[in-house]
């Protein structure tokens, strides 16, 4: 069981948000600038703790360099529980921004259902086709639902 303590100084069993709040602060080590990010394991990892638990769906981007190294998170769209809309013009320009050379795509399922949905796959394939275009390379999009992880590119949809 894990502790914190409250405003009196007691010990107290640690809340659920308690505890995902400290996991997104250590996932931010991961995803910290010039980390290399060496397997998609770790991708998933980290990305799956920086939204796991949020009760709003979030649409973000890890952009990287040629040599797969962290250069932002940047949690772009912010939605409602079941969407949020997202813009592949506003990826392009901050991955322009950025000199960005590949990027992951992320977001989450507030249903805790991590299947990918059509609409998933619509908006990737969009995404994807933007940033060919300024010879930008989408290495994944990762869908998080719960504590599960899905990769796109580990079912081929990439």
Avoid at 60 to 81: N, T, Y
Avoid at 85 to 100: D, F, G, Q, S
Avoid at 111 to 135: K, M, N
């Amino acid at each position: 069981m894990l502790y914190s303590r409250d405003t009196s100084g007691c010990y107290q069993p640690a809340s659920r948000d308690t505890i995902l709040a400290a996991a997104r602060r250590l996932s931010s080590c991961q995803l910290r600038r010039g980390a290399a990010i060496t397997s998609p394991l770790a991708a998933r990892k980290a990305i799956g703790l920086k939204l796991a638990g949020l009760e709003y769906e979030s649409f973000a981007c890890l952009f990287l360099d040629g040599r797969h190294q962290v250069l932002a998170w940047r949690e772009l769209f912010h939605g409602s529980v079941n969407r949020a809309t997202v813009h592949p013009r506003e990826i392009v320009k901050e991955a322009l921004r950025l000199n960005a050379a590949a990027v992951i795509l992320a977001h989450n399922h507030p249903s805790g259902v991590a299947e990918p949905s059509q609409a998933d796959e619509l908006i990737t394939v969009r995404i994807r086709d933007a940033l060919a275009l300024v010879d930008i390379r989408v290495l994944d999009h990762l869908v998080v639902g719960g504590n599960v992880v899905v990769s796109f590119a580990e079912r081929g949809l990439l």
